[in-house]
């Protein structure tokens, strides 16, 4: 079966403008969420989305948002980008909503590389 | 404060050797513990999952420990192939808070022929 699939896998934006990532996630999961990796920071949480709502947000500012779709799918917008906003963004996909509580195995895609210059 | 800290940073050993990694956290309430692989360019993936009742998990050549009253956990990796070269993340769940997930920087291996 399909596993979580990314596009772009690479973005080049320049500082100001807005970017738009997708996520379709594995057929039947129904969690969606995403993460910034970058060199000096590793991994960190963005937010989560199930059945369409928002339902964990990690500690981000509002430049960053998403939104899910009736078919799970879900997409990430960053908008007035800058130069640290430059990250490798992975998506996860699950099949329910994982309260930190363990047992929900996450997939993840292979991720869009962001530059921002 | 929750930390997830992972040591060491990077690590080269030669194929066919042995190695083990360290995790180090301060999350609370805890609930789980993970280890991730990353390969160069593409997403992680699970190597195992551990709640606070369990104390050594497998997964081929992977073997997490996890010792819950001194916070700390190793991924202990047999007999290392070349294709073991990856980043190794450690991963904190809470069940409280903001962040449901805590993620350590991970440490980076390479397996020399």
């Known amino acids: 079966k399909a596993g979580v699939t990314q596009t772009p896998r690479y973005l080049i934006k320049t500082r100001g403008q807005q970017v738009t990532l997708s996520c379709s996630p594995i057929s039947g999961h129904r969690s969606v969420s995403w993460y910034q990796q970058t060199p000096g920071q590793g991994l960190q949480f963005l937010f989560e989305?199930?059945?369409?709502?928002?339902?964990n947000k990690g500690n981000f500012p509002g430049r960053f948002s998403g939104r899910q779709f009736s078919n799970s799918r879900s997409e990430m917008n960053v908008s007035t980008l800058e130069l640290g906003d430059s990250a490798l963004y992975l998506c996860?996909?699950?099949?329910?909503?994982?309260?930190?509580?363990?047992?929900?195995?996450?997939?993840f895609g292979s991720g869009t590389r962001l530059t921002v210059v | 404060k929750n930390q997830v800290e992972q040591s060491p940073q990077s690590l080269i050993i030669l194929e066919g050797k042995n190695c083990t990694l360290q995790c180090n956290y301060t999350v609370s309430p805890f609930s789980n513990l993970r280890w991730y692989k990353q390969d160069t360019g593409r997403g992680p993936v699970s190597l195992t999952i551990?709640?606070?009742?369990?104390n050594t998990k497998s997964n081929g050549r992977y073997t997490a420990t996890l010792d819950a009253d001194t916070k700390q956990s190793s991924l202990h990796i047999t007999a290392s192939q070349l294709s073991d070269s990856a980043s190794y993340i450690c991963v904190v769940g809470s069940v409280g808070g903001t962040y449901k997930y805590i993620f350590g920087t991970g440490t980076r291996l390479k397996v020399l022929a």
């Open positions: 996860a996909s699950s099949l329910r909503v994982d309260a930190g509580r363990a047992n929900y195995g996450y997939t």
């Open positions: 989305y199930f059945s369409e709502t928002q339902r």
């Open positions: 551990m709640t606070f009742s369990e």
